[in-house]
């Protein structure tokens, strides 16, 4: 039960630090204008990679989906990566 | 413990009905998030304008609250297991504490915006926007109603490490506010 509690602090650790870099992606008075330093398509790319990845982490540890086989293991991340290719196709097409 | 844990199973742990239900629910939100992304795509100068009124401060203590929220669900499953009920309770008390320290904040987001008066007819973002945190909003407030129901029937000591179904499932259902939450944060509040 030790390894569960480590594996909870590790995966919410991931999840803040991951949140925060969001955040910060998104401050003009921190980082500059964004689009000067990336392509606004690139940056677009790195806030959903981390939103999906995010989302992955949830189901898998905080939902117990790594502990399933099959379809079910794979109904969260299926999700993210079904909205997040509609995002995608409606931010960069 | 840990062999147990390694065996994979066919279905996710909780009740499987609450699971459809929790699909159903992403479903419609997914729906929410493909028509926001579409209509900022005829709209991207409108949106981003309105975008950038946005409180993104707010938006990621809100973010912290919900996840912290999580962290507790899941510690006060694997306490269950250990069969600690009173640990298992206090962190179920903590996790309704990051729910309401939501609300709380959204609350105040959304007076402001009504101070300015703004509201679902203001233009196209803030119609979106709207609709969009309130309907998750509403997804809260229930979630917060199943973790007190949790709460209350954890310090009954009706949960134990054999039977805790009940925990696990109001625990599923509060993991899907959350990661909701973790696409609309970034898709309304920073992506450009």
Redesign the interface.
């Given at each position: 039960m030790e390894k569960s509690y480590r594996t909870n602090n590790i995966i919410f650790a991931t999840l803040v630090l991951l949140t925060l870099f969001t955040w910060i992606l998104g401050q003009k008075d921190i980082i500059g204008d964004i689009s000067e330093i990336i392509d606004g398509k690139a940056f677009f790319l790195i806030l959903l990679s981390i939103a999906i990845i995010k989302v992955h982490l949830i189901g898998d540890f905080f939902m117990h989906l790594n502990t399933v086989s099959g379809f079910w293991r794979w109904i969260i991340t299926l999700w993210v990566m079904l909205t997040g290719s509609f995002i995608a196709i409606a931010f960069l097409l | 413990?840990?062999i147990q844990?390694s065996?994979?199973?066919?279905?996710?742990?909780g009740d499987l009905a609450l699971?459809i239900f929790i699909?159903a629910e992403?479903?419609v939100?997914?729906i929410f998030?493909?028509a926001y992304?579409?209509t900022?795509?005829s709209n991207i100068e409108l949106f981003n304008q309105y975008q950038a009124t946005l409180n993104?401060?707010l938006?990621?203590l809100n973010?912290?609250a919900l996840?912290?929220s999580?962290?507790f669900?899941?510690?006060a499953i694997?306490s269950i297991?250990?069969n600690k009920q009173k640990q298992s309770t206090r962190f179920l008390f903590l996790s309704i504490i990051g729910g309401c320290a939501f609300l709380i904040m959204k609350m105040t987001e959304y007076s402001h915006h009504m101070s300015e008066g703004i509201n679902l007819t203001t233009n196209l973002f803030y119609m979106f926007y709207l609709s969009l945190t309130f309907f998750h909003f509403m997804h809260v407030i229930l979630g917060i109603m199943i973790l007190l129901v949790l709460w209350l029937n954890t310090r009954k000591g009706l949960y134990t490490a054999d039977n805790h179904d009940g925990l696990?499932s109001g625990?599923?259902y509060w993991?899907?506010v959350?990661?909701v939450w973790?696409?609309l944060?970034?898709?309304i509040?920073?992506?450009?």
């Open positions: - | 413990m840990y844990e065996i994979k199973t066919k279905y996710p742990p699971w699909c992403l479903l939100f997914a998030f493909a992304a579409f900022r795509a993104t401060d938006a990621l973010t912290i996840l912290t999580s962290y669900v899941v510690s694997i297991k250990e696990v625990g599923a993991h899907m959350d990661l973790l696409i944060f970034p898709l509040y920073i992506m450009k």
